[in-house]
């Protein structure tokens, strides 16, 4: 079974940076498909925030458009959120999501912004 585990979430000020990172893993050879970055804020639904497919192009929120970058290293399965100039309304629990033949996610990571 492929399990994924998250880093890099934590406190930062407005305007700052972080990087997530997220490696799959499993005991077995698996494939994946896409990975990808979702967020879930206090009283709101999860909401993706980025995807990237492999050997695609990758897509934003709109609301992160020009300033988060997601980037795949297939070679260590693993994905990255780089997150620049971060606001407030970015506060939330951020997961990672690794589509093989199913979803996995992730644990999550909080990623506190303060103002």
């Known amino acids: 079974q492929v399990q994924l585990v998250e880093s890099g979430g934590g406190l930062v000020q407005a305007g700052g940076s972080l990087r997530l990172s997220c490696t799959a893993s499993?005991?077995?050879?698996?494939?994946?498909?896409?990975m990808g970055w979702y967020r879930q804020a206090p009283g709101k639904q999860r909401e993706l925030v980025a995807d990237?497919?492999?050997?695609?192009?990758?897509k934003y929120a709109d609301s992160v458009k020009g300033r988060f970058t997601i980037s795949r290293d297939g070679a260590k399965n693993t994905v990255y959120l780089q997150m620049n100039s971060l606001k407030p309304e970015d506060t939330a629990d951020y997961y990672c999501r690794a589509t093989i033949s199913y979803d996995v996610w992730g644990q999550g990571t909080q990623v506190t912004v303060s103002s």
């Open positions: 499993s005991g077995s050879f698996f494939k994946i498909i896409s």
């Open positions: 990237i497919i492999s050997g695609g192009s990758p």
